[in-house]
Nanobody
């Protein structure tokens, strides 16, 4: 069974840093695009950052210059380094991945990890 497991969320003060990790497990033939989304209660889930299989990245304007997405294909893992965090970054962060599995290319979501930026 393929699943995504996130870790690294928590409480941090404004200006601080956190690193999120998302590991894919199960029978996976290839990692296609991987990304991070976030959601605040009452709002739609929004894209934060994405990285494709070739390493090309894209970011939401609100996090450019502060967040960095990366991946380690040997570990089936994607990371989100978050620096200079602001209170408005507070949200549940979800990992998303398009993976080539037995039944073809499919999209998966992690369970979410809470990030709270507060003094």
């Amino acid at each position: 069974q393929v699943q995504l497991v996130e870790s690294g969320g928590g409480l941090v003060q404004p200006g601080g840093s956190l690193r999120l990790s998302c590991a894919a497990s199960g029978l996976i033939f290839r990692l296609n695009s991987m990304g991070w989304y976030r959601q605040v209660p009452g709002n739609q889930r929004e894209l934060v950052a994405v990285i494709d299989s070739g390493g090309t990245t894209d970011y939401a304007d609100s996090v450019k210059g502060r967040f960095t997405i990366s991946r380690d294909n040997t570990k089936n893992t994607v990371y989100l380094q978050m620096n200079s965090l602001k209170p408005e970054d507070t949200a549940v962060y979800y990992c998303n991945a398009n993976l080539l599995v037995v039944t073809g290319s499919r999209e998966y979501w992690g369970q979410g990890t809470q990030v709270t930026v507060s003094s």
